[in-house]
């Protein structure tokens, strides 16, 4: 298996169509994104302070996406870490499997949009990181 580094997290532009009655932003999977989408999720109504995440997966992609407001992703691969600020509706962050993930300082009125590469499998997350260290120490 390959060992995924928070270096190949990258911000991906969306389409966006513009015209006076507002904006459209199209997201297809195997084209938009490098994965066939087979769940959607959104986050809403944050309390201040709240942090989500805080977990890995094995073997899920996902593009998240601000839809509306703000938020911080913080990316850890065992080893590296990187925080990326997400504030744009035509631009997404897509998260390569073996990656821990929290997301934090959402702004008031804040969605998060998560796109997934499979169905919402349990045995998939990763969700004490001292097993996260030992999950990657072992790729």
């Known amino acids: 298996m390959r060992i995924n580094s928070v ?3 990258n911000i991906l532009p969306l389409s966006k169509i513009h015209n006076r009655a507002g904006n459209i932003t199209i997201v297809e999977g195997e084209k ?14 944050m309390p201040s302070g709240e942090t989500r995440g805080g977990h890995g997966h094995k073997a ?14 913080q990316l850890d691969d065992g080893v590296n870490k ?6 744009r509706p035509d631009y997404g962050l897509l998260i390569v ?4 993930r929290e ?8 969605v998060c949009l998560v796109l997934a590469s499979t169905k919402y499998d349990e045995d998939d997350y ?3 990181y001292s097993e996260f260290q030992l ?3 072992k790729l």
């Open 7 to 9: 270096y190949e997290c």
């Open 82 to 87: 990187r925080i990326v600020r997400l504030n």
């Open 103 to 110: 997301l934090f300082e959402f702004s008031s009125g804040s």
């Open 60 to 73: 899920l992609y996902q593009l998240i996406v601000a839809t509306s407001g703000s938020f911080d992703v």
């Open 135 to 137: 999950y990657k120490n």
């Open 126 to 128: 990763i969700r004490d």
């Open 97 to 100: 499997p073996g990656i821990w």
């Open 32 to 45: 938009s994104v490098p994965f066939d989408v087979k769940r959607i999720y959104y986050l809403y109504d």
